[in-house]
């Protein structure tokens, strides 16, 4: 019957394409799109809780307390006191006790280290290799700030690509499915072919592919934002979500 080779082609059409008619991509989670402030602001609050800045702002910490450890030892001027008592005593013929003498003296020294303050020295050597250190541990927290900071930018330009990417992707979707639905309705109606309606078909799929992609890309750039500001992805879900109808 003509029901029946309509049911033939169902099959034919399914096994060509190799997906059964229910594909769906429920193995993702559903999309959560981010409303994210500015890159400035997101680095303003996140940054200090990295661990790239953390480690870095520590050391240079720990350099600032070397270098001033370093300059107190070759540039301070040092102060020596010293104090001391004598005290003596004899015992004559008969064993009595008397005491012949007792005193106290005492000293006080200071010491300028000059050679810390010639040009050249190892002790001027060893103060601008600390203050080195300063500056190199500065410059290194000014980096991984910049880099943060340029990261968070890209992976912000990055969801906001992928969200207008999946808006698009999902009306074609609805668009698709509504058309095959179409199709479906008018090659039972008889009037379509087959071929016409396995191009419904597969237009259909690939829309759903292209949207399936689309939702992986932006579930993995805000994967990457929140990993990058130390965060879990859930809390930035949480923090910046909206939402909007037909996704």
């Given at each position: 019957t003509?029901?029946?080779?309509?049911?033939?082609?169902?099959?034919?059409?399914?096994?060509?394409?190799g997906?059964?008619?229910?594909?769906?991509?429920?193995?993702?989670?559903?999309?959560?799109?981010?409303?994210?402030p500015?890159?400035?602001?997101?680095?303003?609050?996140?940054?200090?809780?990295t661990?790239?800045?953390?480690?870095?702002?520590?050391?240079?910490?720990?350099?600032?307390?070397?270098?001033?450890?370093?300059?107190l030892?070759?540039?301070?001027p040092?102060?020596?006191?010293?104090?001391?008592?004598?005290?003596?005593?004899?015992?004559?013929?008969?064993?009595?006790?008397?005491a012949?003498?007792?005193?106290?003296?005492?000293?006080?020294?200071?010491?300028?280290?000059?050679?810390?303050?010639?040009?050249?020295?190892?002790?001027?050597?060893?103060?601008?290799?600390?203050?080195?250190?300063?500056?190199?541990?500065?410059l290194?927290?000014?980096?991984?700030?910049?880099?943060?900071?340029?990261?968070?930018?890209?992976?912000?330009m990055?969801?906001?690509?992928?969200?207008?990417?999946?808006?698009?992707?999902?009306?074609?979707?609805?668009?698709?499915?509504?058309?095959?639905?179409?199709?479906?309705?008018?090659?039972?109606?008889?009037?379509?072919?087959?071929?016409?309606l396995?191009?419904?078909?597969?237009?259909?799929?690939?829309?759903?592919?292209?949207?399936?992609?689309?939702?992986?890309?932006?579930?993995?750039?805000?994967?990457?934002?929140?990993?990058?500001?130390?965060?879990?992805?859930?809390?930035?879900?949480?923090?910046?979500?909206?939402?909007?109808?037909?996704?």
């Amino acid at each position: 019957t003509l029901e029946d080779s309509r049911d033939e082609l169902m099959e034919a059409l399914k096994d060509s394409t190799g997906i059964e008619e229910d594909f769906r991509t429920e193995e993702l989670p559903e999309p959560v799109l981010l409303a994210l402030p500015e890159p400035a602001e997101i680095f303003s609050e996140f940054s200090e809780g990295t661990l790239a800045i953390r480690s870095a702002r520590n050391a240079l910490e720990v350099a600032r307390n070397d270098e001033s450890s370093t300059r107190l030892s070759l540039y301070v001027p040092t102060l020596t006191a010293s104090v001391r008592y004598s005290y003596s005593g004899r015992h004559d013929r008969d064993w009595n006790y008397s005491a012949a003498a007792n005193g106290l003296n005492g000293s006080l020294s200071l010491s300028i280290p000059v050679s810390s303050y010639l040009p050249s020295s190892a002790a001027d050597v060893q103060a601008k290799e600390a203050s080195d250190a300063v500056s190199l541990a500065s410059l290194a927290l000014q980096d991984a700030n910049d880099r943060l900071l340029s990261s968070i930018r890209s992976y912000s330009m990055r969801i906001g690509q992928a969200e207008d990417t999946l808006k698009m992707a999902a009306r074609t979707e609805r668009t698709a499915a509504k058309t095959y639905e179409l199709a479906q309705e008018s090659f039972n109606a008889g009037l379509m072919s087959a071929n016409d309606l396995a191009s419904a078909r597969s237009s259909q799929l690939s829309a759903r592919m292209s949207l399936l992609s689309s939702r992986l890309d932006h579930l993995l750039a805000s994967y990457d934002l929140s990993y990058a500001i130390n965060i879990s992805l859930g809390d930035l879900q949480e923090r910046y979500a909206y939402t909007e109808e037909n996704l």
